[in-house]
């Protein structure tokens, strides 16, 4: 006999504690999010490194073991090129090809480069072009002013080991997504 008292279930009590109870232990919080999601021919997505889950904002490629990854904003794209010590890689030109989807206008951008030096301690800014072993190689193409919300990047080809490969246009779509992030972070 339960003396009159009777259990009930209560499903939103119950997501509430389970909410405050991952944001005590966890040090996290669900979060809305403006991103800007990447497609391209041969690309893999995956979640940009911020520490939490979220959506896939960022792509990758694989040339020869050589990654490199590409996300995007508003007002520019960064990346980078990791590249094992037994391979060297380079891009074929500093010049990306920016294509804005909605005026159809296409403009060249020069892209900024930095490599870890030697310690692996500290960025130095490196010419796109030249040869880099071993090492993160770390780029951006920043487009200016105005906040683009659909626009495409051609990157150039790399040069890795002496062989060319050519990279698939990228085209980024603004869009509105849901994670949980740390809340330090």
């Not at 009159?4 to 669900?30: M, N």
């Amino acid at each position: 006999m339960n003396n009159g008292y009777q259990l009930r279930f209560r499903p939103f009590a119950t997501l509430f504690t389970i909410a405050v109870f991952s944001i005590v232990v966890c040090g996290c919080v669900p979060e809305r999010r403006i991103y800007w999601a990447p497609i391209a021919e041969g690309g893999k997505l995956a979640i940009a490194d911020r520490g939490g889950l979220g959506p896939k904002d960022k792509i990758q490629f694989t040339l020869d073991t050589v990654r490199v990854f590409l996300s995007g904003d508003g007002n520019a794209v960064r990346g980078g090129l990791i590249i094992p010590k037994d391979r060297v890689a380079s891009f074929v030109s500093d010049q990306a090809e920016l294509l804005d989807a909605i005026s159809q206008i296409t403009t060249k951008i020069t892209i900024e480069a930095e490599v870890l030096d030697s310690t692996y301690t500290q960025w130095v800014v490196r010419d796109p072009i030249e040869w880099v072993s071993g090492r993160q190689l770390s780029f951006s193409v920043l487009f200016g002013t105005g906040e683009k919300s659909h626009y495409s990047v051609k990157l150039p080809a790399i040069r890795v080991n002496g062989t060319v490969h050519d990279l698939p246009v990228v085209e980024f779509t603004k869009k509105e997504g849901f994670g949980v992030y740390p809340i330090n972070n």
